[in-house]
């Protein structure tokens, strides 16, 4: 061990070089715990937007596929059937547990008021509705009342376009899926924004089940699905696989009933999150390969410069793995301090920023929210650390093997 | 036994597409304890010599052997085990690693070495920098020492791992002469009283009258051999 002095003294003999190596580490680190911080908070808050308004932990529909397009067509070319959407409800709550069990019909309609009109995507919600709430932020009024009929939760997107305020009475024109067109007149209770997701080119008002099955037309009781929320989304996956083995125990697998987990929904809204996080994670990429091309040069920039302490160590009997060794613990001095000094920064950056909630302004709101508090995880900062390692075991392996394989005989000549 | 014995050494270089024999079928045989110059003009071969001795080079044809090991047949591994723990260097540079202060310089090789305990190496240093006069100075860095100064860290160095043998590549040569004649002449005195193996090479008659035999070395044959 304490032949690695020899790597700590090198380090010290040229403060330069090994601050320029460790400056580029540092903001490796540092950029990589910010924006790792940054991307799995968006992440998780728009997946639990996307879950909270949308598609619960999961949900039992009448038909497979994507849920989310991009064309806003919503409704379902299948329904539940109400004795069905009763049996899987008793059968959650009897056999496997779940917070909520929300049945919903989802719909395309048209809101007119005098000669504004806005198409719109509308969900029906059965008076167990809750957890839309936390998603559904109100600017004005209030969320609908359970069993209330007519009450409209609208967008403050739609709001501005049809020029209404709480209180006002709006038309809903919509095509049933006979192909009968449909008006009814409704109230709006409560203008709002969803959070994260509002931006998203989802135009969605809430109304209570009944209002959405009667423009739907679905006179008896069918739903376009049973929206289940747990305790914890990582459940989510076995809750899904748990209910299908319960319906198949119960006689229903021939129902045509598909479970959903949220994982397998919304992949378009997750999928905007995904560029920004490959794009950014290709800066870090490119960041990391310049870094990687530092350590490379500096190394053979080390083996020039000190060949004849490389003949001399191999002369008196410093093996080849022993030379290896001290060059690379050099590197790795100057780098891990260089990295726990820009996780350390950067954790510190992201614990303040954890309790203090950060205002965003369009357009950035629609991807962090208007507030904005990002997560501090400690595990995320350990992967830093072992990224950066890896980089850099990565990096100057060769160098120093081919460095530590210079024959003493040719390095002690040219002295 | 013979601390080196090498038999019709032949060693040749290619340089710029010319082929160089440096050595020419050399065999010489040094007994234990026996303090011998390997004298000769520059570029006659001692160097070469020295390097093939000392196992940083490979002999083109003929055999080298380090007591009863022959070594032209050892693994890299086998030879940097030799070298750490039978063979010393000086060179004529000194080579000493500049961040490392006299006492590290000294120790640096015993590190490597292993069943060598702290206490042993602590004792071992000590006793060296002793031997050669450099105590006070343990905590100097090579930049702040003297030419002399540096080769007796050289030597220290050398002989802390308890060598066998001891090759000294002209170790004077960048000495003045009063230097060059005291570093000769503490090399001696260690190589009686640890009963160790010197051959050093040098082409300053001064110094080589100090040998106990002079290999004389001319277009890398050796054509005269002086016992004194």
């Not at chain 1, 069993?147 to 305020?165: T, W």
């Not at chain 2, 030879?79 to 004529?92: A, E, H, K, P, Y």
């Not at chain 2, 230097?179 to 001696?188: A, D, P, S």
């Amino acid at each position: 061990m304490k032949l690695f002095n020899l790597s700590f003294k090198n380090v010290l003999e040229n403060p330069k070089r090994s601050m320029t190596l460790g400056f580029f580490i540092f903001l490796v680190s540092l950029l990589m715990v910010l924006s790792n911080s940054f991307f799995a908070t968006v992440k998780n808050n728009l997946e639990n937007a996307l879950i909270d308004s949308f598609t619960g932990h999961y949900m039992v529909r009448a038909s497979e596929g994507e849920l989310f397009r991009t064309d806003v067509r919503w409704w379902e070319s299948s329904y539940v059937q109400a004795d069905q959407a009763a049996q899987v409800k008793q059968i959650i709550e009897q056999k496997l547990g779940a917070t909520e069990v929300t049945a919903r019909v989802r719909h395309n309609a048209m809101f007119s008021v005098g000669v504004q009109k806005q198409p719109s995507m509308i969900i029906g919600l059965d008076s167990s509705a809750k957890t839309y709430t936390k998603s559904f932020e109100l600017v004005e009024g209030r969320h609908l009342t359970p069993g209330n009929p007519d009450e409209l939760l609208l967008s403050e997107f739609q709001a501005k376009k049809l020029e209404v305020k709480v209180g006002d009475i709006i038309g809903v024109e919509s095509v049933t899926k006979d192909g009968d067109p449909i008006e009814r007149e409704m109230k709006v209770v409560g203008i709002g924004n969803m959070n994260y997701i509002s931006n998203f080119r989802f135009p969605v008002a809430f109304m209570d089940l009944k209002s959405a099955q009667a423009l739907v037309g679905l006179t008896n009781g069918e739903v376009s699905d049973l929206t289940v929320y747990l305790d914890d989304k990582s459940q989510a996956e076995s809750a899904a696989q748990s209910l299908q083995a319960e319906m198949t125990a119960a006689g229903m697998s021939g129902t045509g009933l598909t479970i959903t987990p949220f994982g397998k929904l919304g992949g378009f809204l997750m999928s905007t999150v995904s560029l920004y996080m490959s794009m950014f994670n290709g800066f870090i990429g490119l960041l990391m390969v310049i870094v990687a091309i530092l350590i490379v040069n500096l190394l053979f920039m080390i083996g020039l410069e000190r060949r004849q302490e490389i003949g001399t160590l191999r002369a008196i009997g410093i093996s080849r793995m022993q030379n290896i060794l001290i060059f690379m613990t050099e590197i790795y001095i100057i780098c891990y301090v260089a990295a726990l000094a820009g996780i350390a920064l950067g954790g510190i950056i992201v614990k303040i920023l954890s309790n203090f909630g950060l205002k965003a302004a369009a357009p950035l709101d629609y991807l962090l929210g208007r507030e904005f508090f990002i997560q501090f995880d400690w595990m995320q900062l350990g992967s830093v650390m072992g990224v950066v390692m890896t980089l850099v075991f990565i990096a100057s392996f060769w160098p120093c093997y081919r460095i530590a394989s210079l024959k003493p005989v040719d390095t002690l000549k040219e002295i | 036994m013979a601390t080196v014995a090498i038999k019709e050494v032949t060693k040749e270089y290619v340089l710029d597409k010319t082929k160089v024999q440096a050595l020419r079928g050399v065999s010489l045989q040094v007994e234990e304890g026996e303090f011998v110059t390997i004298a000769g003009s520059s570029g006659s071969g001692k160097s070469t010599l020295l390097n093939l001795i000392g196992c940083l080079d490979h002999p083109t044809s003929g055999q080298i052997f380090i007591g009863d090991t022959q070594v032209h047949t050892m693994t890299e591994k086998q030879l940097d085990s030799l070298r750490l723990n039978t063979i010393g260097f000086i060179f004529q540079s000194f080579n000493l690693i500049p961040v490392l202060n006299v006492y590290e310089n000294i120790e640096l090789p015993l590190l490597a070495m292993k069943g060598v305990s702290a206490e042993e190496r602590r004792s071992r240093v000590n006793y060296f920098m002793e031997a050669v006069g450099l105590k006070a100075l343990a905590k100097h860095k090579p930049s702040e020492l003297s030419g002399g100064q540096r080769q007796r860290v050289a030597i220290a160095r050398a002989l802390a791992t308890k060598p066998k043998l001891v090759l000294a590549d002209e170790p004077t040569a960048n000495l003045d002469s009063k230097t060059g004649i005291e570093i000769i002449e503490l090399m001696h005195e260690i190589s009686r009283r640890e009963k160790t193996t010197f051959i050093f090479s040098t082409h300053d008659p001064k110094v080589m009258q100090r040998a106990d035999r002079i290999f004389y070395l001319q277009d890398g044959v050796i054509n005269k051999e002086e016992k004194r």
